[in-house]
């Protein structure tokens, strides 16, 4: 045995003294600079006490290694993972600091936007619409009275134009009170074939209660084209109900609308009741769900159409309506109220039933 070996026992002290000094400024570095440091002195690669143990090792006795081996592993592997611990602690530790965030305080609940009822119900039936060839226009809200009634062949004395029904900005400007309007401004802008969707906000001087809204949201639809009859129509919004709202039974009554002639209104088989008569449907078994008709000529001339060439139908709904029936909601101003209690029911399952 050399001479110059050192002893197991001094060199097992020596690991010990180096964990007992490691340990501590380790475990209490109060900044990453601070811990680096400790690194650098304990666990450098160059001049890291550990290091110069680690050498030391080489000088064991043959017959000694395995014992000095196995302490100094074991000492390098605790306090290596106590450097690896505090490093750790300090970064979170500074990132919670940086954001100005109480780590303790429990999280706020996260909250996701959802389509509005009405919405869903509006891209549902512009989907069906679509695959039928008709196309979405947009027009404004704030209208001229020819836009809004004279071009739609409304006589100058109709009572919708009264101050007591339409919401006036100036004399001849006003909120539409209907999405027809649309009608003339694509029929202006494109030449037949047409075929379009129209959804938007209308406004009217209706009380705010139960079934009505002085604010709401209507779809025009308005097809017109060379031969189109009331056979068009008939079969569209047939078919139309059946896509929408399932196997329902709809059926025509003879109305009246200055822009059409025939005019119809559609009524469906009331969801609710399924035709035996509710309340909602007023024990009449069916739901009016939206006006239609073959468009005047008169109309079509004010839009620059030749009526003598061309025809057309067209139809005008309330998707409000319509949702509260799908959805079977008892009163209009619940769409209005945003309480997001409410709105999550129907909202997150995209076009499912509540
Ligand atoms: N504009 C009508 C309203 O607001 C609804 C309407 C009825 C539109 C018949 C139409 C239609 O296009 O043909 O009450």
């Excluded at 602690?89 to 609940?109: E, K, N, V, W």
């Excluded at 809200?141 to 109709?158: I, R």
């Excluded at 004010?302 to 029936?325: C, H, N």
Aim: with cysteine; glycine share 8%; charged share 25%.
């Amino acid at each position: 045995m050399a001479t110059d070996d050192t002893s197991l026992e001094t060199f097992l002290r020596r690991i010990e003294e180096f964990e007992q000094d490691a340990t501590p400024a380790l475990r209490d570095a109060a900044t990453p600079e601070e811990l680096e440091a400790a690194r650098i002195r304990f666990l450098g690669d160059r001049s890291g006490l550990l290091k110069s143990i680690q050498r030391e090792l080489g000088s064991l006795a043959k017959e000694d290694k395995p014992a000095g081996g196995r302490a100094f592993n074991q000492v390098k592997t605790r306090v290596e993972a106590l450097h690896e611990e505090r490093g750790r602690a300090l970064a979170d530790a500074s990132r919670g600091a940086s954001s100005g965030r109480d780590l303790t305080m429990p999280p706020r609940r996260q909250w996701s936007g959802a389509k509005h009822p009405v919405t869903l119900v509006i891209e549902e039936i512009a989907e069906i619409f679509r695959e039928l060839g008709f196309t979405i226009a947009l027009g404004p809200q704030v209208e001229t009275e020819w836009y809004n009634f004279g071009a739609l062949n409304f006589p100058p004395d109709h009572p919708a134009m009264d101050a007591h029904d339409t919401l006036y900005l100036r004399d001849d400007i006003l909120l539409r009170t209907h999405t027809s309007p649309v009608q003339i401004r694509t029929l202006q802008r494109f030449p037949p074939p047409i075929r379009i969707l129209a959804p938007g906000d209308v406004f009217r001087r209706d009380f705010f209660d139960a079934s009505h809204a002085p604010m709401f949201a209507q779809i025009e639809g308005l097809c017109v084209d060379e031969g189109i009859s009331f056979v068009d129509l008939k079969t569209m919004l047939t078919n139309f109900a059946r896509r929408f709202f399932g196997a329902a039974r709809t059926r025509f009554r003879p109305s009246y609308f200055p822009f059409t002639e025939p005019s119809a209104e559609m009524d469906v088989e009331c969801q609710l009741c399924k035709g035996a008569g509710c309340p909602v449907c007023k024990q009449t078994g069916w739901t009016e769900i939206l006006g239609s008709g073959m468009v005047h000529p008169a109309v079509l001339e004010s839009a620059g159409v030749d009526p003598e060439k061309y025809t057309g139908w067209a139809f005008g709904m309330g998707p409000a309506r319509i949702a509260l029936q799908r959805y079977d909601i008892p009163d209009i101003r619940i769409l209005y109220d945003s309480d997001v209690r409410f709105l999550e029911q129907i909202a997150r399952p995209a076009g499912g039933d509540a």
